[in-house]
């Protein structure tokens, strides 16, 4: 197939979940055609059937504000034409799936007379968030109603797209995806001088990875971890940058933690700090699926998280980990004190984590959208 995708080039979980399906797709024969304003932070390297199109803007001093939504249709129908594009894989409704939309109309028209498909992919803030904007929610139902396909990424948000948005169309739930061999708990004798250079006095490590919004509530994870290291002598390993990163340090310095907590910023890979860690904390206070924690559980470790959105459908209560009510920071601390002070109990919820992810490896996802797209077509 000759497939168009366009998303979010930026480190989101939306983006990554793109570029690794783009990936993923051509190492299966597929030719993959990336249609963003900036090449995708995951696609670095050079990758066969692989091919990027910069989505220019057109600046005028008549337009105050930069056209992306129709800019990103033109360049749509000019990838479709040129590259005799089957389909065009959106990744968040907004304003993807509207620009996929106008392109699709505008490929029908006159002589172009060609005939495409469009799947949008649900993420979550899409429908979470920007799509309950007041003004936005007709053209988010318009364009998701005017999908030939549409997926969530969790059964949570198909029943949120459809409730919030009284959406008549099917959507087809395939989740989060994990390379199951790249997040792989590593042991090597680096990984060991790595673990001594954080934890010299075999500390207990916590860790945190995300893009630091508000709804993350990375705060709730600095509580966490100033009350587990009351009881258990500890550091925590944050990942990641965005909006609340000074308010965390501020709050670090005022509980007189800073010196156990490491800001890291964002990293490209993570799999050597995963791997040296005990335990992951995911308190978010909404979350359609949490990829990170999926990466997380793939790299053994069990996870401490919220019970919101698609998170119970990944991380299994008492299983893999625990699920626990959104700001519950006594609760959170005294689960996490529990998993890290019992070494049998800690093992089990190990392994169950890693199994648990291996539902999620990509072998087993990347098909289910490879059949998705064939009855699309063939609709
Ligand atoms: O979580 C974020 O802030 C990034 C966000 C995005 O839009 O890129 O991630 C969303 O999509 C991921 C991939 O499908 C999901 O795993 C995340 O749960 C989802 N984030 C939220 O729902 C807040």
Redesign the pocket.
Known sequence: MKIAIVC?P????????ATELGKYLANRGHQIHFVSYAIPSKLSTFCDNIFFHGVEMFTYPLFEFPLYSISLSSKLVDVAIFNDIDLIHV??AIPHATSAYLAREILKYEKHNKRIKIIT?L????I??VGLEPSFQKTLKFSIEHSDGVTA??KF?KEKTISSYNIQNDIEVIY?FVDTEKYKKLSTPELKKLREHYAPNNEKILIHT??F?K??RVTDVIKIFHNVAKKISSILILIGDGPERSECEKLSRELNISGKIYFMGKQDSITELLSIADIFIMP?E?????????EAMSTSLPVISSNI???PELNINGVTGYTVDVGDIERMSDLTIDLLSNESEYKKFSINARKRAEDFKAEKIIPLYEKYYEKILSK
């Not at 909404?286 to 999926?294: K, W, Y």
């Open positions: 979010y930026t480190y989101g979980g939306s983006g990554v979940v990744h968040y992919t993420h979550g803030t899409d979470t968030l990424v969790s948000l989060n995300s893009n919004r709804l993350k978010s909404s979350e359609s699926f949490g990829l990170s924690a999926l959105g698609g998170l």
